[in-house]
């Protein structure tokens, strides 16, 4: 079983940046994929970035490609999405997960934080 909690949630302006955490406990985080999701209201939850057990391989939506960037830092049990040049249609609920798999993966996750609230106005 694992544990994630998300923060650094908030509400920015268009082009500004905001970095959301995960924390993660339980099972062997160091053996996780990790990936980032989102859910724009009225809208399905999509994903975002993932990054593998050794942090060396990662993926990223075409969407945010070249304004987010996914890290994990293993010593601490930590999963980090750093957002720059935000914009408006970014705005939604974001999601950590982790997968019982070590390589990048934009489907197979096995557990999920509870979300936090990401706005970014116009």
């Known amino acids: 079983q694992v544990q994630l909690v998300e923060s650094g949630g908030g509400l920015v302006q268009a082009g500004g940046s905001l970095r959301v955490s995960c924390a993660a406990s339980?099972?062997?985080?160091?053996?996780?994929?990790m990936g980032w999701f989102r859910q724009a209201p009225g809208k399905e939850r999509e994903f975002v970035a993932s990054?593998?057990?050794?942090?060396?391989?990662?993926a990223t939506a075409d969407s945010v490609k070249g304004r987010f960037t996914i890290s994990r830092d293993n010593a601490k049990n930590m999963v980090y999405l750093q957002m720059n040049s935000l914009k408006p249609e970014d705005t939604g609920v974001y999601y950590c997960?982790?997968?019982?798999?070590?390589?990048?993966?934009?489907?197979?996750?096995?557990?999920w934080g509870q979300g936090t609230q990401v706005a970014v106005s116009s």
């Open positions: 997960a982790a997968s019982r798999q070590g390589v990048v993966t934009q489907t197979r996750y096995d557990y």
């Open positions: 339980g099972r062997t985080f160091t053996d996780s994929a």
């Open positions: 990054i593998s057990w050794s942090g060396i391989s990662r």
